[in-house]
């Protein structure tokens, strides 16, 4: 016996009447109106930023460079249409509409149109920025192109949502692309001549090549859409966490939500076998050191990452200092999720009989030595390829990564935003302070970073005297930190 299936219109008709019955009818509007206003004024304030970005004065691209960075937006566009789905529902629909007899594609395919059309606008202005990048000329169709680029993208993400072999398989190649895209674009900013390839390719090969993937995208479509039905409920249910997750982190400026399903989520998937902790290190200092050793791909990403600060030795001398610190407190965050837990439930920590002293001294050790491996490659790197003054540079990176691992384990200490501060009044409207002051968290610390940013400000030579400055300034305050922050006789992390 089957069940009869349905109309999902009068049903879905009949969901919005019901959530829309206390709402005034100008509500729509005037979001549709602050949404709109704050795209049209957020375009006018970063018009300058995003024409240098687009079409910058000094086209600096080669073909082999708009290869590459064409291969690296392929992987960005695929790896976040997987993360996100990207057939999805809404949480309420997942809850009543996922297992009630109405028909699946239909109630599926709004989120896979929605997904295509945003991959298509990511698609298109890639391509736009990649035409503005490049030196040699190139057909404003490529525009088109890779639209519709994003839609088969979205279609295949789709596909391998289904079919677990297909999404191991495909996510495996867009990390490779996106590994050997980025690896040509540091080739090249570091002197590498490219060869040269082929002219600007003929108008009527780019309408050729852009009808025909339009006809393959639009046959596509509807494969995909008749192959919904085959999407398992585990999967979409999946994927309804995820955008309702990042939904309320982005409402409640609470990004710690999405954060931490992301590490539930990653160790649920994991087959994990008992292992013993390193005797001869403290046992906070050995679980972390186990939990970064089964994350491999983690660490090697991490590694990689030490290149990426090539890409901007053309760029002012302030934007790569950001990014040098940036990268240092990113990789030594890789272990700081055992923070925020002992943070919130100091259970372990009663148990073990350690202070909040012993635990942050204890915890500090792998961020540290994180931090200062990465500092100390990205300093290398940037004095091999002439970027850097002469000057011992390479020998700042401990000392920076002791300060890189004190400003994880500070943000990890911060816990969730507090919304009950006051709010600051300004002319344009009340600015929420808990999020300014979540954000912030651990960013003061960088302050001991002085004596490494103001050389590389300047683009003055260091010398051992800097070294010993920037060691002596990352001593004290992380010593400082220590002694303000933790007490040797209570628990509590949470500060």
């Not at 240098?52 to 392929?74: D, W």
């Not at 100390?376 to 920076?400: R, S």
């Not at 004596?451 to 060691?471: D, I, K, S, Y």
Request: a positive charge; glycine letters at 8%.
């Amino acid at each position: 016996m089957t069940a009869a299936v349905v109309a999902l219109r009068p049903v879905r008709r009949w969901i919005r009447k019901a959530q829309a019955s206390h709402r005034d009818r100008g509500d729509m509007l005037t979001t549709v109106y602050t949404v709109v206003f704050s795209i049209a004024v957020l375009s006018v304030m970063a018009q300058d930023t995003l024409r240098a970005v687009f079409s910058p004065l000094v086209p600096h691209l080669s073909g082999v460079g708009a290869l590459a960075t064409a291969a690296c937006s392929t992987g960005l566009i695929f790896l976040a249409l997987r993360r996100l789905g990207p057939v999805s529902v809404t949480r309420p629909a997942a809850y009543f509409l996922l297992t009630a007899p109405v028909s699946r594609p239909r109630l599926l395919a709004p989120s896979l149109l929605a997904a295509a059309l945003g991959a298509a606008v990511a698609g298109g202005a890639a391509a736009f920025g990649i035409l503005g990048n490049t030196v040699a000329a190139g057909s404003i169709l490529l525009v088109a192109t890779g639209a519709l680029a994003g839609v088969l993208l979205t279609l295949l993400a789709s596909a391998a949502q289904s079919r677990p072999r297909l999404a191991s398989l495909t996510d495996t190649v867009a990390r490779i692309a996106l590994a050997l895209g980025l690896a040509g674009l540091v080739a090249e900013a570091v002197g590498w001549t490219p060869p040269a390839l082929a002219g600007e390719a003929a108008a009527s090969v780019v309408v050729t090549v852009t009808g025909a993937l339009a006809v393959l995208a639009l046959a596509a479509l509807l494969l995909g859409v008749r192959d919904l039905a085959r999407t398992p409920n585990d999967a979409i249910l999946e994927s309804a966490k995820t955008a309702g997750t990042l939904a309320d982190s982005v409402y409640g400026i609470e990004p710690s939500f999405f954060a931490e399903m992301l590490e539930r989520r990653y160790w649920a998937s994991r087959r994990l076998r008992s292992a013993r902790l390193p005797r001869r290190l403290p046992p906070l200092t050995g679980q972390d050191l186990l939990l970064a050793r089964r994350r491999p791909a983690r660490l090697l990403w991490t590694a990689a990452s030490t290149a990426l600060p090539l890409l901007l030795i053309s760029v002012p001398r302030w934007v790569l200092v950001i990014a040098l610190l940036a990268g240092m407190v990113i990789a030594a965050k890789a272990t700081t999720a055992t923070i925020k837990t002992d943070a919130g439930n100091p259970v372990l920590l009663r148990m073990l009989g350690l202070t909040s002293r012993q635990v942050v001294q204890q915890r500090l050790w792998l961020p540290a030595v994180l931090g200062a491996v990465w500092a100390t490659t990205a300093l290398g790197l940037l004095q091999a390829a002439g970027a850097l003054p002469p000057g011992p540079w390479w020998a700042l990176g401990p000392a920076l990564g002791a300060i890189g691992g004190a400003v994880a384990i500070r943000a990890a200490r911060a816990g969730f935003v507090r919304n009950d501060l006051i709010p600051i009044d300004t002319p344009m409207g009340s600015v929420p302070t808990g999020p300014i002051v979540y954000a912030f968290a651990g960013v003061d610390l960088l302050l001991l970073a002085l004596p490494t940013a103001l050389p590389l400000l300047q683009h003055l030579p260091a010398t051992w005297t800097t070294v010993a400055v920037q060691t002596g300034a990352a001593a004290l305050g992380i010593r400082a930190y220590l002694s303000w922050t933790t007490d040797p006789e209570r628990v509590g992390l949470a500060k």
